[in-house]
Nanobody
Framework: QVQLVESGGGLVQPGGSLRLACAAS????????MGWFRQAPGKQRDMVAT???????NYEDSVKGRFTISRDNAKNTVYLQMNSLKPEDTAVYSC??????????????WGRGTQVTVSS
């Protein structure tokens, strides 16, 4: 069984920074694209950033220049460095990953999410 566990959320003032981490564990043979998504109250879940196994990244327009996604393949971990945070960044942040476990096709896994609140 594969699990994704996020950490690093919390309360921060506008203009502050947070670093989220998401570690994958379990029966893993390969991890392909990993990503961060967020869902604010009453809104749909939106993509924040993704990173391929080769390191190519993609960002949602509102976070470009403020957020940086990275990964440590040796640790099966993806990170999201969030700078210049704004109140509108408040949401539950969840990570996802396409993971292959032995034989068969890769499956999409999700973490349970971590709350990020930006408020003074």
């Amino acid at each position: 069984q594969v699990q994704l566990v996020e950490s690093g959320g919390g309360l921060v003032q506008p203009g502050g920074s947070l670093r989220l981490a998401c570690a994958a564990s379990g029966s893993i043979s390969s991890i392909y694209t990993m990503g961060w998504f967020r869902q604010a109250p009453g809104k749909q879940r939106d993509m924040v950033a993704t990173i391929t196994s080769g390191g190519s990244t993609n960002y949602e327009d509102s976070v470009k220049g403020r957020f940086t996604i990275s990964r440590d393949n040796a640790k099966n971990t993806v990170y999201l460095q969030m700078n210049s945070l704004k109140p509108e960044d408040t949401a539950v942040y969840s990570c996802s990953a396409n993971i292959a476990s032995g034989i068969g096709y890769p499956q999409l896994y999700w973490g349970r999410g971590t709350q990020v609140t930006v408020s003074s």
